[in-house]
């Protein structure tokens, strides 16, 4: 098998296998879902407290699980402006994978309870979408995710996500 592998991958033979594991893994699949006007959101802040409204901010570079060794409830947030056309023309959040099972604020409502998988092992590379029509407003709006990790296993908001 190596041997015709080795003799034929210049004909654009590979090993589909090894193939799946790499794009299942590692490829950006909420990037197929997203339409040409999606807006990536940037600026998230981290708050490993159990209080949503604890001074405790930092901020994060790109998204990533949270550090292995916190045990509680975390917080991530992202505030963004947006104008009048764009509230209009944004209808949906479209988030890369968030490893657990969040609830997603959008200015104050739950938008989200839970992640829309029942086997939340393949939550940490799954997209999902969540409807918000009507809930963006013009000027400042807050995206806020709290996940609990009293659960064994990374937490945390772990691939972009994008207004849509």
């Given at each position: 098998?190596?041997?015709?592998?080795?003799?034929?991958?210049?004909?654009g033979?590979?090993?589909?296998?090894?193939?799946?594991?790499?794009?299942?893994?590692?490829?950006?699949?909420h990037?197929?879902?997203?339409?040409?006007?999606a807006?990536?959101?940037?600026?998230?802040?981290?708050?490993?407290?159990?209080?949503?409204?604890?001074?405790?901010?930092?901020k994060?570079?790109?998204?990533?699980?949270?550090?292995?060794?916190?045990?509680?409830?975390?917080?991530?947030?992202c505030?963004?402006?947006?104008d009048?056309r764009?509230?209009?023309s944004?209808?949906?959040?479209?988030?890369?994978?968030?490893?657990?099972?969040?609830?997603?604020?959008?200015?104050?409502?739950?938008?989200?309870?839970?992640?829309?998988?029942?086997?939340?092992?393949?939550?940490?590379?799954?997209?999902?979408?969540?409807?918000?029509?009507?809930?963006?407003?013009?000027?400042?709006?807050?995206?806020?995710?709290?996940?609990?990790?009293?659960?064994?296993?990374?937490?945390?908001?772990?691939?972009?996500?994008?207004?849509?």
């Open positions: 098998m190596i041997e015709f592998r080795k003799n034929n991958e210049s004909l033979y590979l090993n589909l296998a090894h193939a799946d594991y790499l794009e299942s893994r590692h490829w950006p699949r990037l197929a879902i997203l339409s040409d006007n807006k990536e959101l940037t600026g998230w802040e981290l708050n490993l407290s159990p209080e949503k409204n604890s001074l405790k901010w930092e994060v570079d790109r998204m990533r699980h949270w550090r292995s060794d916190y045990k509680d409830i975390g917080w991530d947030r505030i963004f402006n947006l009048e764009s509230v209009l944004f209808s949906r959040l479209v988030f890369g994978a968030v490893d657990g099972d969040p609830t997603v604020y959008l200015n104050g409502v739950v938008v989200q309870e839970g992640h829309p998988l029942s086997d939340l092992s393949l939550a940490w590379r799954t997209p999902f979408t969540v409807e918000i029509k009507d809930r963006l407003k013009v000027g400042e709006n807050q995206l806020l995710i709290k996940l609990d990790k009293k659960a064994h296993g990374r937490r945390g908001v772990n691939r972009s996500v994008y207004l849509d």
